[in-house]
């Protein structure tokens, strides 16, 4: 399993010291044998959340780190973003509503479960206590769901952010074609892009990494690499 470093927060412009492994560091308040999230360990490839159906869960994130799919017209799978420790998904549990896409497992590891109807009989530290990561997780998808109304280059520095600094640090073997696709951009366009981004010194290319963090972030706001 690819160690997940806390550069993984980039995407959500959270930065905290490192990845949530016990319950000792657990934001949402290590209550340790009190505590009545369940923990447990999943494995690469499992469905957390099912696309089309109601979360009857929250899932705090301890170290796993989760990929987010949607399917086209067409049957075909997309993976939009990416989740890591320290997230809280099943929002959508709370009001009743359907999952817009599948959350499957991408680095197995650690996560904690809570029933959703836990959450209205909880006690009030711990609804206070999920009240910044889900309003983070809530913000998050509304960017992504407009993310094919934004500009290339907010769509080259979000996937640059989540996937080679957050996760491998490589495009693990994809083509640089398999990759505009899954932006929903040109080849071409990806290409131009990148190259701006090394012109500028924010990248460097053979092989793909990035040299400036902040100069992604900055591109991600405004839409001009």
Not at 49 to 74: D, N, R, W
């Amino acid at each position: 399993m690819t160690a997940v470093p806390p550069e993984f927060f980039a995407s959500s412009e959270r930065s905290p010291e490192r990845p949530f492994q016990g319950c000792a560091d657990c934001l949402l308040g290590g209550r340790g044998e009190d505590c009545p999230l369940r923990r447990q360990t999943v494995a690469d490839g499992a469905t957390l959340l099912p696309s089309g159906e109601v979360p009857q869960q929250l899932i705090h994130l301890k170290s796993a780190v989760v990929e987010l799919i949607s399917t086209t017209m067409a049957g075909v799978e997309r993976r939009y973003s990416l989740r890591g420790p320290g997230a809280v998904l099943g929002w959508q549990g709370l009001r009743g509503l359907p999952s817009c896409s599948e959350v499957r497992v991408l680095h197995g590891g650690e996560i904690c479960t809570l029933p959703v109807d836990r959450v209205h009989t909880g006690d009030v530290k711990l609804v206070a206590a999920l009240l910044e990561p889900l309003t983070d997780e809530l913000a998050q998808t509304g960017c992504e769901l407009h993310l094919s109304k934004q500009p290339a280059a907010t769509r080259v520095a979000r996937f640059l952010l989540s996937e080679i600094v957050c996760v491998s640090q490589t495009l693990d073997g994809r083509t640089a074609r398999s990759v505009a696709r899954q932006l929903g951009i040109r080849h071409e366009t990806l290409s131009r892009v990148l190259k701006k981004l090394e012109a500028n010194g924010i990248i460097a290319r053979s092989p793909l990494r990035v040299l400036d963090r902040e100069g992604l972030q900055r591109v991600v706001r405004t839409g001009v690499a």
